[in-house]
């Protein structure tokens, strides 16, 4: 789906605050409610726009140690691969997870309530998955910048 600038708008007002009425963010925009209605709807169906949630601060929760877990697997293979992903998709703790190129085969950035807990996260389900031949942590030890707004523009080559 090709954006036009009325569509870029949406998404970086929506990302900003995705709360917004219809009515608000027509006004916004500059253009009728049912005409904003059938854009967002358009974004939504397409794929662009995936979801609406609640940004949740770990460490208010409880959830106060955060990891980056490089993961390498044994094989290499399709399925293997495919395998990992299904299986990582059932562990709560694991927030995201990329399939990356270089020395290893994934980076999980995962939250737990303590060191016991990760050291039980690792030795009771990671390690515990099939394939996984070696994990490699990274503890955070202060959050600088953490940001989920993409920068949208226009590509005016296509």
């Known amino acids: 789906m090709k954006l036009d ?16 009425t219809n009515l608000n963010l027509s006004k916004e925009v500059g253009i009728s409610p049912p005409t904003m209605l059938e854009r967002v709807r358009r ?3 397409s794929g662009i ?45 694991v927030l995201e997870c990329y399939h990356i190129s270089g020395e290893d085969d994934f980076l999980l950035k995962v939250t737990v309530r303590s060191i016991k807990e990760y050291e039980r996260f690792v030795l009771e389900k990671l390690s515990m998955l099939k394939g996984v031949s070696k994990v490699k942590t990274n503890f955070c030890l202060s959050v600088f910048k953490h940001e989920t707004k993409l920068t949208i523009e226009r590509d005016d080559n296509e």
């Open 43 to 45: 974004l939504e169906s």
């Open 49 to 93: 726009i995936k979801k609406y949630i609640a940004l949740i601060d770990a460490e208010k929760v409880g959830q106060n140690i955060t990891a980056f877990v490089q993961v390498s697997l044994a094989v290499h293979q399709m399925n293997s691969v495919d395998e990992f992903r299904r299986s990582i998709d059932n562990l709560d703790e």
């Open 5 to 20: 600038q009325t569509d870029i708008k949406i998404l970086n007002i929506l990302q900003t605050d995705a709360h917004i």
